[in-house]
C-alpha cells in the first residue's frame, strides 16, 4: 500500500502571502496525484489532478508540481477564502486510493 | 450538471449492517471508463478511501476493510450501493460518493451523509 505523507500539518500564512505544502508517496505514483481543498462543513473539492493540471474553474493561484514521490501545492497569493484543509491523493497504484492526512492552512 | 446525493441512516448500532445509496444524474455509470468511489472521514479526521466500482462491474476495495465492504450499481436507477457489515463505533463518520472517470481523480462530490454508530 503505498502511504501518502503530507507536510507540514498545519501552515500559517498571513492573506496575500504564498502557501506552499508538500506531499511525498511512499513509492513511485508518477503523476497519478491529485489535490483536494476542503472546508469545514462541506465536501472536498478538486483543486490538481495530474498532478499540475488545475481542475475546471479553478484560480490561477493554485499550482500544483512534482512527479514520482515528491510534490507540491502552491497558493501564490492567499485569499481569505483559500483558508482550509488540503488534501493529496494517489491513483496510480490502487487499491487502495490512497489519501494523505491533510494540511490546515490557517491565517497567521 | 453532474451531481451525487448520499442516502441512509443517521444512526446504527453496533454489529448492524449499513447501507448507504449513492444516486447520481449527469452521468452513466454505462459509460466506458466511468467509475463511482465511496471515501468516509470520521471526524476532524482525514478522509480514507473506501470502495470503486466501475462501468464494467469492476470492484475495488479498502484492503483493511474489505472482508466487510461491499459496492454494487443499479444503472437503471443512476445508483450505486455501499454496505458495511459489523458497524463499530470507530465507523462513526461522513460517508462520501464520487465521480472517478477513467478510475482516476474524484472530479465531483456529493455532499456526504453522518453516519454515528451507538447503542
Known amino acids: 500500500e503505498i502511504v501518502m505523507t503530507q507536510s507540514p500539518a498545519t501552515l500559517s500564512v498571513s492573506p496575500g502571502e504564498r502557501a506552499t505544502l508538500s506531499c511525498r508517496a511512499s513509492?513511485?505514483?508518477?503523476?497519478?496525484l491529485a489535490w483536494y481543498q476542503q472546508k469545514p462543513g462541506q465536501a472536498p473539492r478538486l483543486l490538481i489532478y495530474?498532478?499540475?493540471t488545475r481542475a475546471t474553474g479553478i484560480p490561477a493561484r493554485f499550482s500544483g508540481s512534482g512527479s514520482g514521490t515528491e510534490f507540491t501545492l502552491t497558493i501564490s497569493s492567499l485569499q481569505s477564502e483559500d483558508f482550509a484543509v488540503y488534501y493529496c491523493?494517489?491513483?496510480?497504484?490502487?487499491?487502495?486510493?490512497?489519501f494523505g492526512q491533510g494540511t490546515k492552512v490557517e491565517i497567521k | 450538471q453532474v451531481t451525487l446525493r448520499e442516502s441512509g441512516p443517521a444512526l446504527v448500532k453496533p454489529t448492524q449492517t449499513l447501507t448507504l445509496t449513492c444516486t447520481f444524474s449527469?452521468?452513466?455509470?454505462?459509460?466506458?471508463?466511468?467509475?463511482v468511489s465511496w471515501i468516509r472521514q470520521p471526524p476532524g479526521k482525514a478522509l480514507e478511501w473506501l470502495a470503486l466500482?466501475?462501468?464494467?462491474?469492476?470492484?475495488y476495495y479498502s484492503t483493511s476493510l474489505k472482508t466487510r465492504l461491499t459496492i454494487s450499481k443499479d444503472t437503471s436507477k443512476n445508483q450505486v450501493v455501499l454496505t458495511m457489515t459489523n458497524m463499530d463505533p470507530v465507523d462513526t463518520a461522513t460517508y462520501y460518493c464520487?465521480?472517478?472517470?477513467?478510475?482516476?481523480?474524484?472530479?465531483?462530490w456529493g455532499q456526504g451523509t453522518l453516519v454515528t454508530v451507538s447503542s
Open positions: 466500482i466501475d462501468w464494467d462491474d469492476d470492484k
Open positions: 449527469g452521468f452513466s455509470l454505462s459509460t466506458s471508463g466511468m467509475c
Open positions: 513509492q513511485s505514483v508518477s503523476s497519478n
Open positions: 495530474g498532478a499540475s
Open positions: 464520487a465521480r472517478n472517470p477513467y478510475g482516476g481523480n474524484s472530479d465531483y
Open positions: 491523493q494517489q491513483y496510480n497504484n490502487w487499491p487502495p486510493r490512497t
